[in-house]
Each structure stands twice: as C-alpha cells, then as structure tokens.
C-alpha cells in the first residue's frame, strides 16, 4: 500500500518562512511527477508547484519567486520551501505523487498540513 505523509505544517508569521516535507513510502517501482496544491479556507484546491522526475519545476504565478520545489528521488521525498510567506497562503497543503506500479500509473495524495500565516 502507498501512503504519502506530509509535515511541517503550522504557523509562520508573515514575511516568515516554512519548509513542508513529504515522504511518499510502500510498493511502487518509480515516481514520475510530485507536487503540491493547496486549498485556502472557503475555496476550492489549487495548483502550487510541481516537479518532474528529473527535478524541472512549475510554479503557480501566486508564488513563482516566492516558494521553491525540490525532491529527493533515492528517499522519495518532495519539499516545499515557502518564504515570503503572506496571509494568502493560509490553507491546507497537500503534496501527490504520480506513482508508477508495473505498466500503470496512479496519483496518490497525502492527507494535508495546516499552514497559517498570521501575527
């Protein structure tokens, strides 16, 4: 069975800074695509950052300069480093993984960490 798990969620004061981590663990052969989207209170999840297998970024215009994506293919791990952080990234974040089992291809997704930005 797959699981990702996300941590380092809490709370950052505005201008702050906080590194999410999530370690993808299980029976899987490879892992293509990572990333992270998030869902601010009262509106519907949206696209953060993504980055391939070979480590090409993506990132949403909101935190393009801002944030920065990273993995680490031999521990199955993806970061999100967020500086800079202001009020409108309060939301929960959730990292996925395009898991490869045999010839098929399955997205996974964690189960979410808080992230507030407030004083």
């Known amino acids: 069975q797959v699981q990702l798990v996300e941590s380092g969620g809490g709370l950052v004061q505005p201008g702050g800074s906080l590194r999410l981590s999530c370690e993808a663990s299980g029976r899987f052969d490879s892992i293509n695509a990572m990333g992270w989207f998030r869902q601010p209170p009262g509106k519907e999840r949206e696209l953060v950052a993504t980055i391939t297998s070979g480590s090409s970024p993506n990132y949403a215009d909101s935190v393009k300069g801002r944030f920065t994506i990273s993995r680490d293919n031999a521990k199955n791990i993806v970061y999100l480093q967020m500086n800079g952080a202001n009020p409108e990234d309060t939301a929960v974040y959730y990292c996925?993984?395009?898991?490869?089992?045999?010839?098929?291809?399955?997205?996974?997704w964690g189960q979410g960490t808080q992230v507030t930005v407030s004083s």
């Open positions: 996925y993984g395009a898991i490869v089992i045999g010839r098929f291809q399955f997205r996974y």
